[in-house]
Nanobody, 124 residues
Framework: QVQLVESGGGLVQAGGSLRLSCAASGRTFRSSAMGWFRQAPGKERECVAVINWSGSRRYYADSVKGRFTISRDNAKNTVYLQMNSLKPEDTAVYYC?????????????????WGNGTLVTVSS
């Protein structure tokens, strides 16, 4: 079992930066792939970034490549999402998720555990 708690969301102006954190409890964190997903009002949940269990591989959605960076600290059971050059279209609830398999997966149905989400609002 993995419990996930996100933090770091808030209101930021376009062009600004935020860093999201996801603290995980449970012994399976270190062997799990971790992902960030987002869901804007009226839209489906989409994958933003995923990191494999060791941190050696990463996936980014095209819309965030070059602006967002996912990382993890297995000693702290924490995964991060550094978001730079934010745009109004990045506004959404951001969710942390875990996949027990440990490898890169990008669909919401592939994730085994979810946090409750943190709201990111980017003003123009």
């Amino acid at each position: 079992q993995v419990q996930l708690v996100e933090s770091g969301g808030g209101l930021v102006q376009a062009g600004g930066s935020l860093r999201l954190s996801c603290a995980a409890s449970g012994r399976t964190f270190r062997s799990s792939a971790m992902g960030w997903f987002r869901q804007a009002p009226g839209k489906e949940r989409e994958c933003v970034a995923v990191i494999n269990w060791s941190g050696s591989r990463r996936y980014y959605a095209d819309s965030v490549k070059g602006r967002f960076t996912i990382s993890r600290d297995n000693a702290k059971n924490t995964v991060y999402l550094q978001m730079n050059s934010l745009k109004p279209e990045d506004t959404a609830v951001y969710y942390c998720a875990a996949n027990r398999g440990g490898t890169i997966v990008t669909t919401p149905d592939s994730m085994d555990y979810w946090g409750n989400g943190t709201l990111v609002t980017v003003s123009s």
